[in-house]
């Protein structure tokens, strides 16, 4: 026993000698912006309101996010705009988020579909890789309203969290607001509603970032800002359990890309503004801080469970033995 419990321990450290840098892959959407922030800061494009809306399942998350800007000056502005996928972290856990690529993406412009182009973005100096931006021109003309939705599948299930030397994983969902900080003025109105779905619970969520900011029920999370000027400290994500890390995405999702992308179509938006709507605080993510790590517990399943179950059962058999001893001696007097 004392040789079992060892060898546990000694998985759990196992499990934790990680990476010191404190990075967090997962899937998440982000934010549509000028690739020249001082152009647009001096010609005056606004983002009026922006409202996202997401299907989160065990695995993966289908998202729709419709942007709107308003162009305050009298004459047309042409701006590159690229979608970005990646974005920082003031928070104690993860200090930079590196995103899995959006599936499926769909840009339309006044519902019209776009054709992008790819683009390498500015390195942030954490990250070894460099952004990736989706880019397309766009026209803002003066005094006018103009659309911009961003639809996508995005995967959850190979989310990774790292701190110090402690790690965990799971699946977990991001939004990154950063983008917005690029555009004349705060973003307006934001909206973030989230509906839980294939079997997901509130119970599954394991962290909030910004933690007490959102509200909801079992089944939805909601967060609603005004004028907000977005910084790292506003870009979320919800970690919670879901689907293992060997999930098979590109079998079961994949092919149901386009399908997904329409179900948004009819996405419930009235099941949310509940007034029993009731704050949800997840103070901090499930990050071992030591002992027996989730790690750990499996290696221990995979490689001493069976050893544990041979010796149950070579006991249990023992002590059938010894019940059955004294019956077969009192049979044995009887017989004499």
């Known amino acids: ?15 934790q000698e990680q990476t010191t840098q404190d990075l967090w892959n997962t899937g998440a959407v982000g934010q549509v912006m000028p ?4 152009t647009v800061v001096e010609q ?10 997401v299907d989160l399942f065990p695995g993966f998350g289908v998202v729709r996010s419709v942007f709107k800007f308003s162009n305050q000056t009298d004459m047309p502005i042409r701006l590159k705009i690229g979608y970005p996928v990646r974005g920082d972290f003031q928070t104690d856990i993860p200090a930079l988020a590196h995103f899995d690529d959006a599936r499926g993406l769909r840009i339309s412009v006044d519902g019209q579909a776009v054709i992008t182009r790819t683009e390498e973005g500015r390195s942030n100096g954490h990250d070894p890789n460099p952004f990736i931006h989706q ?4 026209t803002f003309p003066p ?3 103009k659309t911009i939705t961003v639809e996508s599948v995005v995967p959850t299930q190979l989310s990774r969290l790292t701190s110090g030397g402690n790690f965990a994983t799971g699946n977990a969902f991001g939004i990154s607001l950063q983008g917005a900080e690029s555009w004349d ?15 997901l619970m509130l119970a599954d969520v394991r962290g909030l970032v910004p933690d007490s900011t959102f509200i909801g029920n079992l089944g939805h999370l909601q967060l609603d800002r005004s004028n907000l000027e977005p910084g790292s400290a506003d870009n979320m994500v919800v970690w919670y359990n879901g689907a293992p890390a060997d999930y098979p995405f590109e079998k079961k999702v994949t092919p149901m890309l386009e399908p997904l992308r329409v179900s948004m179509d009819t996405f419930p938006v009235t099941a949310f503004n509940d007034t029993a709507f009731q704050p949800i605080r997840r103070n901090d993510f499930d990050v071992a801080a030591g002992g027996l790590t989730l790690m750990g517990i499996l290696y221990f399943i995979m490689f001493f469970a069976p050893w544990v179950i041979l010796i149950w059962f070579v006991v249990s058999m023992l002590r059938v033995k010894r019940k059955l001893r004294p019956a077969q001696q009192t049979t044995d007097q009887k017989n004499r």
């Open 185 to 199: 003025g705060p973003i307006g109105q934001l909206q973030v509603l989230i509906r839980l779905n294939g079997g």
């Open 143 to 145: 005094d006018t309203v």
């Open 1 to 15: 026993m004392i040789a079992l419990i060892n060898l546990m321990f000694s998985c759990s450290l196992l499990a």
């Open 135 to 138: 880019v397309w021109d766009q």
């Open 35 to 38: 690739m020249d922030e001082i």
């Open 44 to 53: 005056g494009v606004t983002l009026i309101s922006e409202r996202v809306w």
